[in-house]
């Protein structure tokens, strides 16, 4: 009889059948958890405060899972503030963002023949499609807000200091990473506003001096986006960036584990730091405290993106995309609203009076070759990203405490602000207060834009299909078209906003005649299908009688009626 | 208040309930999504992307077929049979002897075309209407232009007015036969050519701009109008069907046809400016060559 026979037989003998099974059930429960038997686990569980010798401690040495994880955290980290968690959820939704990445990928083919119809398949024929790609999309928006955030607490916080400045600097490469993903991710859908979106991102690269039509060419495969783009983008999305982000994210886990997480900076004596002189009785350890808060937190996080997506949120998919064809109020994803408000700075030194700015300009385009569009846009905008990275080099200051960082704090402040009035100068309407950044088109187009937009939904469009009644309605504030109470009521919505931009002109001095009039005409075109159209008769600025028409086909079984 | 948030830590209890709750969350919304999925929802979006599809296919036939199908898809005399008769959608297969179904007939022709007359069953010609073949369009709008006209089947047009495809052996009615062209004429028709009017305008066999109206038959058009109610209401001023010419293309905003294949026809498209960059002669030339145009034999 082999040894090992032996032994079991011995054991048998000794103790009996059912304490042996227990035992060896146990054994192997042990090797699995890298050293916490069944009653171990369950004490964690439970919540028991910790034996001596604690064995909870050991798969901190011995498993790999919790050896990126620090066996103990001081007592002041484990409360809402200084953290918020961010970090933690930051970790969270990219984990979703691979599962949920993963099932699509299995119904996703990256070439523009079939991109799109992929897409409509996912929604129309694939269970728990719509779901999962709701999930991916609103997760990725989730994730680039919470990684800014937790951003802007480590600079709050003054954690980038010695001696984790390479903590920080891993993790704007996380953030950097993050942007691309998503941005990388906006272009599969291969719709209208994913294409557009990312010819807009790619231009940007394109302006950049010397090596910009490179980077471009690179990027996109080809002079204009098109099969080996999108290949590109995909492969970017799916293996590069993902790679790049589980390798930085490893370091980023690491460097907590060897720094531990910095005290809130009142609690630390001036250019100390006691993150992992920890004394015991201020020791919070891992398993099993930190383990289930961060699990809740996890749970709470991947609840509410679920419950969003099965309730509120559904991501967009708009028509096929069309290289030949811009729609109206074409924008770069939201997170790159601040640099197209940089694009639209109008002189490289915006402060001066136009004459001189102009002039400047003139200088700077003969001697260096230089356009406000290059400078601001091209230069300034990856500048952004390389201050971030040299904020734990060029801040001398030792103290982390908030006093003693006024400086510091202001200017991160008004960098904040700035990225957000650049934002607000972004979007297509541009700063309401001061109307920089508006680009809008001619009044009767933005008329049209308003209740029937090139892509997504106006109010025009929503009407239920029986209220569109065939024929010419004249745009009227007590338009009443029997049985078509919708449809009054935006007829008297258009009239409103013709009203609205007759009496005020836009940014550009732009402004409707009073006299001007819409109509909104109505035509059968299939039993099932109507063709609505806004018809606007106004006097330009040369006097001319004018008409702006734009219309849309409608089906019945659309589902755009609310 | 802010301190008890901020220094807020959740007990064990509370962190296990809410660890709980949440998973019971996340169940219950992927159940919701399931449920939704298998029962209803998947076939309600896929009616509202089939739908959504057919508008899209709506603006492309507007664009490029409307212009010798038709509007309704009753077909235009000597341009396009109809798209919309229940001949169309009962008997056409047959008729050609395609082995497939209609729609991969209608989407075949689209995107290939049917070469001029390598049937005895066509006079004109269908041009190509695939990228790769040579035509504007990509192949999911095809497919949308498909869907559109499928869409007639289920309530098909059938009024007097329909232009029925010839049957085999029959062609369309012919235009009037081309007059022999007059060397002035001759050279009037190669000045359309090299002012670029043919970047808008068609003529079957001479040019193929998709923009302007058509000019097969502009003398007999033009003659249609000067005696019509919408000409005399307008601006203009033509009595014969060679100054109605003259008068669309140096004034061209005077009269505007009023309905064309997208509803009504839009102004200011024709450039106002010709008569400044064309000489006199040369426009004399060209409207000589146009006037021959759909002319009745004998005038």
Known sequence: MSVIGKRLVDQVKSTGWKSTIAQRLDDGFTRFTAG????????????????????????????????????????????????????????????????????????????????????????????????????????????????????????????????????????VVLLVVTLFLSFSGYLLPWDQLSFWAVTIGTSMADAAPVFGPTVNLLLRGAPDIGAGGLLRFYLMHVVLFPLIGIIFVAVHYYKVVRWGISLPPEMEPIGEDNARKVPPDKRVNFLPDIATNEIMYAGIAFAVLAISCVTWYSAPLETHANPLATPNHTVAPWYFYWLQGLLKIPHIIPILPGSIATALDQFFANVLGLTPKVFWGVIVGPLVFVLLFAVPYIDPNPSRRYGDRKIMLAFGGVFAALILYLSLAGIPTGVPVTGF?????????????????????????????????VGEHAVRPDANVPDAPKLSRVLAEVYHSMERRKAAPDPLGQILNPEATATVKITQIQPDLKQISININFTDVNGIAQQFTKYKFIHKESGRAH | MIKKIITFRPSFTVRILAGLISFIAIIAACMVAGVADLTQALSTRDANFRARLIEEGARVYMDQCARCHGVEGKGIEGQGPSLSSSNFFNNRVKEVGWNSTLETYIAAVTKSGIPLKSSPMWEVTHPPFLERFGGPLREDQIDNVVRFVMNWKQSPIDSMDVIEAPKPGEAFAPLPTPVPLTPAQEEGRNLFLSNGCNACHAIRGVANGAIGPSLNRIYEDAMMWIASEEYKASQGQATTPEEYIRESIVNPQAFIVPECPQGACPAGVMPPNYADTIPPADLDKIIDYLATLGRPAGE
Do not use: C
């Not at chain 1, 910790?50 to 050896?67: D, G, L, M, Q, Y």
């Not at chain 1, 950044?437 to 997504?456: C, I, K, L, N, R």
């Open chain 1, 437 to 469: 950044g508006y680009v809008g088109g001619t009044p009767p187009s933005e008329v049209a834009q308003e209740f029937m937009p090139d892509e997504g939904e106006g109010a025009l469009m929503t009407i239920p299909f029986d209220q569109m009644i």
């Open chain 1, 36 to 171: 916490l038997s069944w009653n171990d686990v369950r004490g964690v569980l439970r919540g028991d405060p910790a034996p001596k010798p604690n064995p909870r401690v050991k798969p901190h040495t011995e498993a790999f899972w919790f050896h990126i994880r620090p066996t103990f955290y001081h007592e002041a980290v484990t409360t809402l503030y200084p953290t918020f968690r961010l970090g933690l959820l930051s970790a969270v939704f990219f984990t979703i963002e691979i599962i949920t990445g993963i099932f699509l990928m299995i119904f996703y083919t990256p070439s523009p023949e079939r991109a799109y119809t992929n897409m409509i398949d996912i929604l129309t024929n694939v269970p728990f499609g719509s779901f999962m790609r709701d999930m991916h999309r609103l997760g990725a928006e989730a994730m680039v807000i919470v990684v800014t955030l937790h951003m802007v607490r480590t600079f709050t916080t003054g954690s980038y200091k010695k001696p984790r400045q390479f903590t920080w600097f891993t993790g």
